[in-house]
Every structure is written in C-alpha cells, then in structure tokens.
Nanobody
Framework: QVRLVESGGGLVQAGGSLRLSCAASISIFSITTMGWYRQAPGKQRELVATATSGGATNYADSVKGRFTISRDNVKNTVYLQMNSLKPEDTAVYYC?????????????WGQGTQVTVSS
C-alpha cells in the first residue's frame, strides 16, 4: 500500500496562489495515475486534475488555465499549483494514487489539506 501526505493548504485571498504537495511513501514511477480531488462542504468529492506516468494531464473545466498538476518521480511527490484562486475553490483537497502497474486496484487517498479562499 502507499501512504500519501498532503501539505501546502491554507488561507489565501481571492486572486492569490497556493502550491499543494503530495508526498508518497513509495516510488510513484510506476503509479499510472496521480490526481488531486476536492470536496467542499455539503458537496461530493470532485476531480480537480490528474497526471499520468506517460505525461498526460487532465483538468476539471472549472480549473483549466488556473491550476497546473505536475509529478516529480524522483522526489515521489505530486504538486498542484493553483493560481487566480476564487472563493469557490474553497475545499479540502485530497491526493489520490492509482492504478499502478503493480496493482491495478490501487486507489489510495491522503488525509486532505484545507484550502480557504476569502473574497
């Protein structure tokens, strides 16, 4: 199994930036997909962005052009650079890992980090 630890959340004014980090306890080189999800109060968890081991990225329409996901396979860390933040970006952000080449059923989650954007 893999342990994921998110960091970098906090309180920021609208228009500001934050960078989230997700450190994995094992090599992420062979983890096919690493992603960020978020869950706002009273809402379902939703996809924010994913990055594959092949370099492909995918973003929710609501964050396209503002957020950038990247993965560092040497540091075993995934990042989410968030620019031009809006109050509606306020949520708990979760890191996700899976599937992996060695475990197609891998679906690991971090504990989440709170992002609050004030207007």
């Amino acid at each position: 199994q893999v342990r994921l630890v998110e960091s970098g959340g906090g309180l920021v004014q609208a228009g500001g930036s934050l960078r989230l980090s997700c450190a994995a306890s094992i090599s992420i080189f062979s983890i096919t997909t690493m992603g960020w999800y978020r869950q706002a109060p009273g809402k379902q968890r939703e996809l924010v962005a994913t990055a594959t081991s092949g370099g492909a990225t995918n973003y929710a329409d609501s964050v396209k052009g503002r957020f950038t996901i990247s993965r560092d396979n040497v540091k075993n860390t995934v990042y989410l650079q968030m620019n031009s933040l809006k109050p509606e970006d306020t949520a708990v952000y979760y890191c996700n890992a899976g599937p992996a080449a060695w475990n197609l059923k891998l679906n690991a989650w971090g504990q989440g980090t709170q992002v609050t954007v004030s207007s």
